[in-house]
């Protein structure tokens, strides 16, 4: 060969691409595809039992959303703080706010206007009343747990057994007001007015808006479009249960009555936790619910009116029964998933996973995904945030039967 030459230059193929040594070919192994793992899982709190709910807000000013969670068994309020990416998967800072019977959910609010957030907390069982638990106003005592104090609205104790509240200011003025819903007979939807010192629960007034059977999901949206929010709702029980919002009048007349609007039938599905989102990318806000015992439901917007068109994405045969459901871009493909978590999620069944759609989001049948593994029986509603700062969601949920309590799901996707 001179100097020149070149050696001679074959493509890159395989030699099964050339249809040469076809048996070999036939019998080689492809690559190998690892089966899919549930996402690490971190306790942010195990002291307690009967773990129910989350609801975050940003309670010191730092920028990271907290926590407040009720105890039901355990009869605890408590308050946890983000103590950032680096130490999320560890145990967080946390108080104990109040003892209370039953605790169903706690919501933080600075009901007094002081700067310090303060929790309300919702119960049933023999309780059945609604407690304000008062945050110390010194920020540096936040965590101290002598330095929160505890009392019932005595208007509320008896009346009903309450399941969740909302902080909002409905009328447009005074202090912050809060919806509350209920379960049992009767329950209720409606809100609590704040009288002009928030500090005399006894002045504290409550507008009932909607008989309820079993209340789950409060959301504040404004699905008419006018300017000021409507109350979304999901009602689990009794004749009436389905999806429905009750449309604002205006601060002026926010005593009632609001107009009552359905979404999908009347008394056809036992709906749980709720979420709306716009699911098919369309411009227009859809809304999502999980089913006990059926599939996850999803009811698209339907343009240029106040319809909804109603499909239904089918639960996988190996998860629990359907409990919440939240929408995020879990595995930043660019298309929106779904996370759902359930009960009854015994026989080594999952109490999370995550689904895809394949073609649409219409598809009745997407690609299931495993999360939290077999681990927990009774999970609640959902809250997907980047709490490790990795550029993907987190599930944060918790869990109530094996005592898994406040807990994260670490997305593996980054």
């Not at 009048?249 to 749980?272: C, I, Q, S």
Request: glycine fraction near 10%.
């Amino acid at each position: 060969m001179s100097p020149t030459s070149k050696p001679l230059s074959i493509p890159a193929l395989s030699l099964c691409g050339l249809g040469l040594l076809a048996a070999a070919c036939a019998s080689s192994p492809g690559p190998e595809t690892k089966p899919e793992q549930p996402w690490e899982r971190h306790a942010i709190d195990a002291s307690s039992q009967g773990a129910d709910g989350v609801r975050p807000a940003d309670v010191n000013g730092d920028g990271l959303l907290d926590f407040a969670t009720g105890w039901e068994e355990g009869g605890t309020v408590r308050a946890y703080l983000n103590p950032g990416p680096s130490d999320a998967p560890q145990r967080w800072p946390a108080v104990t706010v109040g003892q209370v019977g039953s605790p169903e959910d706690a919501v933080f609010a600075d009901l007094d206007g002081d700067g310090a957030w303060d929790v309300i907390s919702s119960t049933e069982g023999h309780t059945d009343a609604l407690y304000v638990h008062w945050a110390p106003a010194d920020p540096a005592r936040y965590l101290d747990a002598s330095a929160w104090t505890t009392a019932p609205i005595p208007a509320s104790q008896g009346l009903t057994k309450w399941m969740f509240a909302l902080p909002a200011q409905i009328d447009g003025q005074r202090g912050v007001d809060f919806f509350a819903g209920s379960k049992g007979s009767p329950a209720f939807i409606g809100w609590w007015q704040s009288p002009d010192d928030p500090r005399d629960l006894q002045a504290w007034t409550w507008r009932p808006l909607y008989q309820a059977g079993w209340m789950m999901s409060l959301i504040q949206h404004d699905v008419d479009g006018d300017g000021d929010p409507d109350l979304v709702a999901s009602d689990r029980r009794e004749g009436r249960r389905g999806l429905l919002w009750l449309e604002n009048p205006g601060a002026a007349e926010a005593e009632g009555p609001w107009a009552e609007h359905r979404v999908g039938p009347v008394d056809r599905d036992e709906v749980m936790f709720m979420t709306i989102a716009d699911l098919d990318q369309d411009g227009l806000d859809d809304m999502l619910a999980a089913s006990k015992d059926g599939p996850l439901l999803f009811y698209r917007r339907l343009p240029g009116t106040a319809e909804w068109e109603r499909h239904e994405i089918a639960m996988p045969a190996s998860a629990g029964t359907g409990k919440a459901v939240a929408v995020a871009d879990l595995d930043l493909d660019g298309r929106l998933d779904l996370a759902f978590t359930c009960e009854h999620a015994e026989d080594g069944k999952a109490g999370a996973m995550w689904l895809s759609f394949e073609e649409s989001p219409f598809d009745p049948v997407w690609k299931e995904h495993p999360l939290s593994g077999p681990e927990g029986i009774k999970f609640d509603r959902i809250e997907l945030l980047d709490l490790d700062a990795d550029g993907d969601l987190d599930l944060i949920t918790c869990e109530e039967r094996d005592n898994l309590g406040v807990i994260w799901y670490e997305n593996p996707t980054r």
